[in-house]
């Protein structure tokens, strides 16, 4: 009985996630349909047959299998994945650290019980979720009259939701270890982002295509399930991978000590909330709650953006022949800018996704810890003392400045370096300048999170608005942009006004940083707005 409310507990609180990724991936499919169905892909008919196979695109297929080809497989892949990774991250070493899973264990289960139960519950989210995009794009071939003949579209939900998981069990399983949250979640993402980038750079070197089946999602992306179907021996070394990941949480954590929180007498603690509101404090401890995330994170962008440097002039023969092949349409329609060009090719490998998505993170990490120190009520006790809300506020506020900064200098430090360790040439003043395009958009985004996390005190609104920002508006951008009628559409979206300028390649245009600032400004003035006129959440 108990083991069935822990699950139903847990199914209730994180539901909203997987629809809300279920949504999203449903929409960019559709949006991808829509916009595919007005391109003229008569260019595929002179490509040869290995670049066909590289992006997974049949002779003679209709745009329609493209459109799921991308939202479904690329766009879905990923999502799916980046949910069952902060599942997994969260649904033991979350528990723990906000010691509700030690109130579980005073009650008559065991630890085994309970951690089968945590795992059960990951599992049927991540099926849940995949069998959702399985009918939503049953749907929407049914609703355009598409062949599904020629597509797998089972097969590829089915690889999909295994290789999910698999992700996900490697997040499961560190937390499980360790009782940590935010390691389990950066081991689970680094192990996917690893694989994104391998699955598409290793195979278009010779020397290092090998070195590409070492990686798990090369296992599902490198495999073309839409069009090739099924391929069952690769299905069961994720199978195997995943239940090994799994296996490894369920041992280990009825083996260690739950962590503890260190506890102190009455009168240092009240001595601690004096000096916790001490002048410039709010800010600072808003900065070193997360201070070990922001410096990683921004040391990993900057060693990737490092390593391209000298890998540009030794895959250049590579790249030569691999967008040679390619008609601009198509280079378009995935995303990818002038490789030839060393500007181009650190946009592609560098500032289009990874840096983006590191920035979004650190801001919204900070929105989203100010709504849980609302939550767990120290933001009450810490007003009750004086402190202004607008001063908590702005605390929160200077944690995202500094962490989009640090990250920002960091990239440009890792350019820079890459820039001189592999002759680019690229000029100072747009290396500056992209990631200027990049500060600004690290504090769009975590400027719109702090607004959702002021106006409602939820820490899951604050983080699905800027991954929701974030997400979306990529992909929008990219899509909306591929049709004349739809580009005007693209301006809507914050991504525009950070790469479309292409600062790397042709500069900064400070106009569209401006824009970028202009709504960060607009977002704070309702978060503070907000924050100050309402009730907190208890």
């Not at 599902?220 to 994720?238: E, H, S, Y």
């Not at 040391?299 to 540009?312: D, E, Q, R, T, Y």
């Not at 006790?381 to 400045?401: D, E, K, N, Q």
Request: aromatic content about 8%.
């Amino acid at each position: 009985m108990i083991a069935a409310a822990l699950a139903t507990r847990a199914l209730t609180e994180k539901w909203r996630s997987a629809a809300g990724t279920l949504a999203a991936v449903l929409g960019i499919t559709w949006l991808a349909i829509e916009i595919y169905g007005s391109i003229d892909l008569s260019i595929y008919d002179s490509l040869p047959e290995p670049v066909l196979a590289l992006v997974g695109f049949p002779r003679g297929a209709s745009a329609q299998v493209l459109a799921f080809n991308e939202g479904v497989g690329m766009v879905g892949g990923l999502a799916v994945s980046g949910v069952a990774i902060a599942l997994g991250a969260d649904i033991v070493a979350g528990g723990e650290g906000r010691r509700t899973l030690q109130y579980v264990l005073a009650q008559p289960i065991s630890r085994l019980t309970t951690v089968l139960t945590s795992a059960a519950v990951h599992l049927t989210l991540v099926a849940a979720m995949s069998a959702g995009i399985w009918a939503g794009s049953q749907l929407l071939a049914l609703g355009y009259d598409v062949d599904t003949s020629e597509l797998h579209l089972g097969a590829l939900c089915v690889t999909l939701g295994v290789s999910a998981a698999l992700h996900g069990a490697a997040a499961f399983a560190v937390g499980a270890i360790t009782g940590r949250k935010g390691l389990a979640a950066g081991a689970g993402s680094a192990l996917l982002m690893l694989g994104w980038l391998g699955s598409g750079l290793l195979p278009l070197t010779s020397g290092y295509a090998k070195y590409a089946d070492w990686l798990p999602y090369h296992w599902f992306a490198g495999q073309k399930t839409l069009m090739r179907g099924l391929d069952q021996g690769t299905l069961a070394q994720l199978i195997i991978v995943m239940a090994a990941l799994f296996a490894v949480g369920i041992v280990s954590f009825p083996l260690r000590d739950l962590r503890s929180v260190a506890t102190a007498p009455l009168g240092e603690r009240l001595r601690a909330v004096r000096l916790h509101v001490a002048p410039r404090s709010v800010a600072g401890a808003a900065i070193g709650r997360g201070f070990t995330m922001i410096l990683v994170v921004s040391m990993l962008l900057a060693v990737s953006a490092v390593m391209m440097g000298p890998m540009f002039d030794s895959m250049k023969s590579e790249l030569g022949s691999f967008q040679n092949s390619l008609p601009d349409d198509l280079l378009a329609i995935f995303g990818i800018e002038d490789l030839l060009s060393p500007g181009g090719f650190l946009w592609t490998e560098v500032m289009s996704v990874y840096a983006p998505l590191a920035i979004i993170a650190l801001a919204a990490a900070q929105a989203v810890g100010l709504a849980k120190e609302e939550r767990a009520g120290r933001v009450g006790f810490l007003l009750s003392t004086g402190v202004s809300r607008a001063r908590v506020l702005r605390g929160a506020l200077l944690a995202i400045l500094v962490g989009c900064g640090l990250l920002a200098m960091l990239t440009f430090v890792g350019l820079l370096v890459a820039d001189t360790w592999g002759g680019l040439g690229l000029p100072v003043v747009r290396l500056a300048g992209a990631c200027m395009h990049l500060f600004g958009y690290g504090l769009c985004v975590g400027a719109i999170s702090l607004a959702v996390a002021a106006a409602t005190g939820s820490a899951a609104a604050a983080g699905w608005g800027a991954a929701g920002v974030g997400f979306l508006g990529h992909f929008t951008y990219s899509l909306l942009q591929l049709d004349p009628a739809t580009a005007v559409l693209a301006k809507l979206s914050p991504t525009y006004y950070y790469a479309a300028a292409r600062p790397l390649e042709s500069g900064a245009d400070w106009g569209h940083v401006g824009v970028l600032l202009a709504l960060a400004s607009a977002a704070l003035t309702v978060a503070f707005r907000r924050f100050d006129r309402r009730d907190l959440r208890v």
